[in-house]
């Protein structure tokens, strides 16, 4: 089997293709394993769609399930685009949140989220404002003045209490910062696509953000996140690390 490590905004995923449908969560649990294995945070499976470019089978490292992640989002259309499993740049495809409409530009890929949901309206809880919002999966969100706020074992408490991602964001001269706990990895990641987008609505909602921005995840890496006729764009840059057969 032939597998792609593809690294988005300092998420690294492993990627790969089949015509076999299955549970691939053991396969993940190894190959994500980063000392035994090719190493990352997610695996990617593509297998065929009627209704779709394709279908997208997600998990996390520790193979269980997500429905969504933004930055795995933007990987694999740049690895089905490169790989000659579309026809063209403009790449719909099915995920467990629904489907995903994206655009290929060289390493820029940018992606049409699907419609955000909010879950709890803002609510005060550990000495913080809180609002959470499905952007393809529960994301708990506060805007802080310090992101030095940011605190593991609260993280842990709210991401199992809420079963939710959990950010810490921080609006800095119109970008935003962010810090993100998340599930699967159960600890805080380099960066979160759907989190980036949560926190960003957030913003933009309490006025604080145009509508359009960059953001910054804790990797540093510059994403551009932008809200147009009620839908989420979410557009960076994405590696190709390695390919390998193992």
């Not at 099915?94 to 994206?102: M, P, V």
């Not at 935003?176 to 805080?188: A, D, L, M, P, W």
Request: with cysteine; glycine share 6%.
């Amino acid at each position: 089997m032939t597998y792609t490590k593809y690294s988005a905004s300092g998420n690294d995923f492993v990627i790969f293709h089949t015509f076999i449908e299955k549970d691939y969560a053991n396969d993940a649990i190894k190959l994500c394993n980063r000392t035994e294995g090719i190493g990352a945070d997610g695996l990617v499976v593509l297998v065929p769609s009627s209704k779709a470019d394709f279908k997208w089978l997600f998990y996390n490292s520790d193979g269980s399930h997500a429905a969504m992640c933004g930055n795995a989002s933007r990987a694999v259309s740049h690895y089905a685009f490169t790989n000659s499993l579309v026809e063209s740049n403009k790449i719909e495809f099915l995920t467990g949140a629904g489907l995903i409409k994206s655009c290929v530009e060289n390493n820029i890929v940018e992606t049409q989220l699907t419609q955000p949901k909010v879950i709890k309206e803002e609510f005060i809880q550990n000495g913080f404002v809180w609002h959470l919002v499905d952007t393809g999966v529960p994301h708990l969100v506060t805007i802080v003045n310090d992101l030095e706020l940011y605190n593991h074992e609260l993280c842990q408490k709210m991401r199992y209490e809420y079963n939710a991602n959990v950010n810490f964001a921080k609006i800095e001269n119109g970008i935003i910062k962010v810090r993100t706990y998340e599930r699967g990895v159960e600890g805080e990641t380099l960066a979160c696509g759907t989190g980036m987008a949560a926190c960003f609505l957030r913003a933009n909602e309490l006025e604080l953000v145009k509508d359009s921005t960059f953001v910054y995840p804790k990797s540093a890496e510059e994403l551009t996140l932008s809200i147009k006729n009620d839908t989420v764009y979410f557009k960076g840059a994405v590696k190709k690390v390695f390919t390998t057969n193992i």
